[in-house]
């Protein structure tokens, strides 16, 4: 793929609407939309299928080869990615497939983790969280675990979204720059983590496991992976709100 003319492809896709012509670009990034959508699985899974998924990433592709700017002096690659993903998360979120209630208690968690860091400057523990959210702990875990599907959404369009809207903007001038430089900044904020929400954080997102087999490879609950989870995403948003605009 690395040889493959992507931006002359579609300047000739251009010039003569040669249905074709597309159809051969979409075929070229056929196993990368594939990719993608195995990469966001767990996001997903439950709600729709990876065929299904797929069909919205190559409707995502015909988009981002008819709106790529060809002057801009980026790899049609790196944006096509972006809006592919973009488009995946945008799908799951309109199936509003998440309880109110998860909602609510997800905005509210996001809120509390905000307001005690704060407070207490650091990363607080779950025992102050449930204080401040007037739970108990168990309570807390209970829904911190229900609501993983949720955290992870809002962390894919944090990541996803928001820097598709940038590059789009025109406020960037070099994106796949960006995009490493932002790589960097999650793998630094990953490294902060603690050891077991690093290990479940690298099993999900980089191994492509699902939460009942990262149990088992840790050796504990799925309900406890989930909580761990959880907590991990809020310390990454946090770390990363600075960075990414909302």
Same mark, same amino acid.
């Given at each position: 793929?690395?040889? =493959? ?5 579609? /300047? &000739?896709?251009?010039? @003569? ?5 597309? !159809? ?9 939309? /594939? *990719? ?7 996001? =997903?899974?439950? =709600? ?6 797929? !069909? ?10 008819? @709106?790529?700017? %060809? ?9 096509? !990615? ?12 309109? &199936?509003?497939?998440?309880?109110? &209630? ?8 996001? /809120?509390? +983790?905000?307001? *005690?860091?704060?407070? %207490? ?18 309570? $807390? ?11 992870? *959404?809002?962390?894919?369009? *944090? ?12 406020? %960037? ?32 997102? =980089? ?10 490879? $840790? ?7 989930? &909580? ?14 600075? +960075?990414?605009? !909302?």
């Amino acid at each position: 793929m690395a040889e =493959y003319d992507a931006i002359g492809a579609i /300047r &000739q896709y251009r010039e @003569t609407g040669d249905i074709n012509v597309r !159809n051969d670009i979409i075929l070229r990034y056929l196993e990368m939309i /594939r *990719l993608i959508a195995l990469s966001l699985r767990n996001v =997903y899974i439950k =709600y729709a299928s990876t065929d299904d998924i797929i !069909n919205e990433g190559v409707i995502a592709l015909i988009s981002a080869i008819d @709106t790529f700017d %060809l002057e801009r002096g980026v790899k049609f690659e790196t944006y096509a !990615n972006i809006k592919v993903r973009g488009a995946i998360v945008d799908f799951v979120r309109r &199936q509003d497939w998440i309880p109110r &209630q998860v909602r609510h208690f997800g905005r509210e968690l996001d /809120r509390a +983790y905000n307001e *005690l860091f704060t407070k %207490l400057g650091r990363h607080p523990k779950n025992a102050e969280l449930a204080e401040h959210l007037g739970l108990s702990r168990e309570k $807390l875990e209970k829904q911190m675990a229900e609501s993983a599907g949720a955290v992870t *959404l809002s962390f894919e369009e *944090l990541l996803y979204e928001d820097n598709f809207d940038i590059m789009e903007s025109g406020e %960037l001038a070099d994106t796949a720059m960006y995009e490493a430089e932002l790589k960097q900044m999650i793998a630094k904020a990953i490294e902060e983590l603690s050891p077991k929400a690093r290990q479940v954080v690298t099993l999900y997102y =980089y191994e492509k496991l699902k939460f009942g087999e990262i149990a088992k490879v $840790l050796g504990i609950t799925e309900s406890r992976v989930c &909580q761990i989870h959880s907590k991990a995403m809020l310390f990454l948003k946090h770390k990363l709100e600075g +960075y990414v605009r !909302n």
